[in-house]
């Protein structure tokens, strides 16, 4: 039996959705199998979980058509399928990279399987984890997540809201998110937010709505106005996109300093990096020009950490963890080109030449479609030493 996540309808965490219902299936089949073995029956469960492209939909011919999915994922899922012993939980490294936080996990054997050229790093799940200690997103009063949604926990619990009731408090406190959050001038965002109100109105404007928004979050002393400018206070927030910047600035530093090359979790840095980065900066929310600023930065600042990331994950031959690095940021950023060159050469350092092809098509169709280009002289040179 094969079950996929996230198509045909896109879902949420789909890896922690999968190793969810995984262990929920092993701990409802151990206990059917009481009542099954007192019949003489022996049932094994193993169950194979992996993470990746598939080619998805009809497939076949006028006269035999079906849905399908077919691809280098299936077959990996479906051999850790026939690799995992009775109830047991395989998942792949790619995976095991999405679930860390939510899994208790054990290192198994690698795995020579058949049709792949090296031996696959496999992981056994044999729980879900308790909850952990209160994490310093989880004590801050206001969380905000702006990478990929727009969402408030205010003291631990969802806020909810009227969204046309509560548009301009909302679109202020984004604004103040996107211009850094700190001594954002009042002018400037009574400019973005009014641009049409003339004299005093644009003030008395921002007044009212910073009162609506102080109300609607409820937190003592959370926004404060000093010298014509507004503030948030960071020891009451922690804003997704604000812990981006954090962890950029500690990936570039790592890879800069030699002192600290040989002693960083790269590996974990890439996981942290991908978790943070969950979509595009409040993507579905804003079109203004200063919401598309903000998104472009923040882009470029992830696909800049994942290229520094996974230049030293390939250099240390962390192969599964820079493959997961590359085709997870591809997931965010189709149109990145580098991001497909570097994927082409783990593949192919990999021994995974028709995968590395795959990819540069992948690449080719998206520019050819959405930009109406070519890959570049360099991704094509990339595409020959694979083809050779």
């Known amino acids: 039996m094969m079950v996929v996540f996230n198509d045909p309808m896109m879902v949420d965490d789909p890896a922690a959705r999968a ?15 009481g009542d099954w073995r007192k019949r003489g029956h022996d049932i094994a469960l193993g169950i194979g979980i992996a993470h990746g492209y598939a080619t998805i939909g009809a497939i076949g ?29 395989l998942v792949t490294a790619p995976v095991y990279a999405l679930v860390d936080d939510i899994a208790e996990t054990t290192d198994a054997p690698q795995v020579n399987m058949e049709g792949f050229a090296r031996p696959v790093s496999v992981h056994s799940v044999v729980g879900l984890k308790e909850q952990a200690a209160e994490t310093e997103e989880e004590a801050s009063p206001l969380r905000v997540h702006t990478l990929g949604r727009f969402a408030l926990q205010v003291n631990g619990k969802p806020l909810t809201f009227s969204r046309k009731a509560q548009k301009k408090p909302l679109d202020l406190l984004k604004m103040l998110i996107a211009l850094g959050g700190e001594r954002v001038e009042i002018t400037t965002l009574t400019g973005l937010l009014w641009p049409d ?112 990331l996974g230049a030293i994950l390939e250099q240390q031959k962390d192969w599964d963890e820079a493959t997961t690095l590359y085709l997870r940021a591809l997931e965010m950023d189709n149109l990145a080109e580098p991001l497909y060159r570097r994927l082409m050469i783990v593949y192919r350092e990999q021994g995974e030449s028709a995968e590395a092809i795959n990819i540069y098509r992948r690449c080719r169709d998206m520019l050819s479609i959405v930009l109406n280009t070519k890959p570049s002289d360099e991704t094509e040179a990339i595409r020959r030493t694979i083809a050779a």
């Not at 190793?19 to 199998?33: D, G, K, S």
């Not at 899922?77 to 047991?88: D, I, K, N, S």
Request: aromatic share 8%; net charge neutral; with cysteine.
């Open 19 to 33: 190793v969810r219902m995984a262990v929920e299936m092993q701990q409802r089949f151990t206990r059917l199998m």
């Open 61 to 89: 011919y006028e006269a035999r058509l079906g849905y399908g999915v077919i691809g280098r994922v299936t077959n990996l899922a479906g051999r850790l399928c026939t690799e995992a012993l009775p109830g047991q939980i």
């Open 197 to 308: 109100a003339e004299g005093d109105s644009g003030k008395a404007s921002f007044d009212s709505t910073l009162y609506r928004l102080r109300k609607l979050l409820g937190i003592a002393d959370l926004l404060s106005v000093s010298e014509g400018r507004v503030s948030l206070d960071r020891a009451k927030c922690w804003v997704d996109s604000w812990m981006l910047d954090d962890i950029v600035a500690k990936i570039e530093s790592a890879t800069h300093t030699a002192e600290a090359a040989g002693e960083e979790d790269y590996a974990g840095l890439s996981r942290e990096l991908l978790r943070l980065y969950a979509g595009h900066f409040l993507d579905k929310e804003l079109q203004e020009s200063w919401a598309v600023e903000a998104r472009d930065r923040f882009r470029a600042k992830f696909v800049r950490a994942v290229m520094q």
